[in-house]
């Protein structure tokens, strides 16, 4: 990120510099720790509006995306430095998880996704609501 920000203040905006920081912008980041009965992920992606989270499963893969409402504001931003534009991020899931039983919150900016452990090994596919 240093870099993009020394070439936006010198006015230095190169094809790639700004290619990168567009694509950044894009992205939620992610974070996944296990506890002894799941995985616990965590997308953090503030000013997001609920409704608009999509999860889906399909055999291994887990989908996270968000697509903001057709009137959403876009201001004439002087500085940014995250969006709260739309992103997707596709996980997959190893043979220990149960799909059946993957819960979501969104709290205080962050997509709380919990990826609950299984003893059977089957694969569903199935949307993901959030609570």
């Known amino acids: 990120m240093y870099y993009q920000h020394a070439c936006a203040a010198k006015g230095d ?3 790639k510099a700004r290619h990168l920081y567009a694509r950044s912008m894009q992205r939620a980041s992610v974070n996944i720790y296990r506890t ?3 995985f616990e992920m965590l997308v953090f992606a503030p000013g997001r509006i609920k ?3 999509s999860l889906d499963v399909k055999g291994n893969q887990l989908t996270v995306s968000y697509q903001p409402p057709q009137d959403f504001p876009r201001p ?3 500085l940014r430095e995250y969006s709260r534009g739309g992103f997707s991020r596709t996980i997959t899931l190893n043979d220990s998880i149960d799909a059946s039983k993957i819960t979501a919150r969104y709290v205080d900016g962050v997509l709380e996704v919990s990826l609950p452990l299984l003893t059977d090994r089957e ?3 199935h949307k993901i609501t959030i609570g």
């Open 13 to 15: 905006y190169g094809n």
């Open 36 to 38: 002894d009965h799941s």
């Open 51 to 53: 409704e608009h989270f």
């Open 76 to 78: 004439d931003w002087v």
């Open 123 to 125: 694969h569903v596919s």
